[in-house]
């Protein structure tokens, strides 16, 4: 099987395998988990933050940002596709008492001009205040799309003279940083918080980090414990974790090719796609996309549905690049 369904599927690394057998452990909820240390202290480097947060997953990392930046009953603002919005369980209105506030946009890109009209004050007596925006880079289901990095600027820039927070949903940040040339550090500092995953292009089995200013991170570390994220011998992950950011994102540019090869090959402009996310239409076919992805599968290729007619493939690197050329001819079969 050509497993596109999503980046989260890939298997851990002889590499990760080794480090995590040979990772050295101890209790984290106490703080003494030397190899979650060690990750955590270089992913607050990477990013040129004060401190980071070693979670078990990217919805935990979006939900304590948001809880981090929010009070009850307030709003955050996002595009309307936003994974915050659509694919975690309302965890803002079940965990921060928050509502959101999706403006829409062309492939999930907002703008500061987006934001504006929708901000409110935290003084008037009748519409929600709003808290805080929250930035998805690069954006999933506008198809790995990226914000071009003088637009995040306006945007935390903008916020902060107006008392918000911007917390960045970074996922696959490092796809972005990748496609974009801009370094980690970069893309992030102005923000007031940033998640990505280990768990996604990065290669890893399991795991997400938050990174923030240290008073930030401190507070982050409460709510973790809250949802239950207290992971004990967690170095036996964070070491997958160390080892993939050493090694993966030199992989990522290939994961990026591959995608462009599928769009092209599929019938998509390539230089629509910036990342290793390539979203399709099928309408055209008649078929649900049940119908559509069971005859995928019988074709040996697997991919996800993400709402109406819309199909995604995602490239990483447990799929090689003839894996890529193979997919994308079952499929431009199928559309044709
Ligand atoms: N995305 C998954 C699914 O949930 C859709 C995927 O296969 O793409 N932010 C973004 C932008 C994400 O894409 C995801 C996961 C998350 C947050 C949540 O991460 P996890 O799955 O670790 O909770």
Redesign the pocket.
Known sequence: MIDL????VTKPTAAMRRAMAEAEVGDDVYGEDPTVRKLEERVAEILGKQASLFL???????TIGIKLHTRHGEEVVCDHR???LD??MSMMAWFSGCLARPVPTEHGVLRWSDIEPVVRPRTTGFPAPTAMINI?H????GGGTLFPIEKIEEICDRAHERGLKVHM????LFNAVAASGETAARTVAKTDSV?F?L??GLGCPV??MLAGDAATMAEARLYRKRLGGGMRQAGILAAAGLVALQTSPRHLQDDHANAKLMAERIGIDPREIQTN?VIFDIASTGLSPAAFLGRLKSSGVLA?S?GGTRI?L?THFDVSREDCVCAADAIAALLC
């Open positions: 369904r999503s980046d989260t078990p997953s990217g919805t935990m990392g979006n936003a994974h915050i694919w975690e998805e690069p954006h999933n289901m949903d970074g996922a696959r998640m995953c768990s996604k795991g997400s996310i996800g993400v995604r995602v």
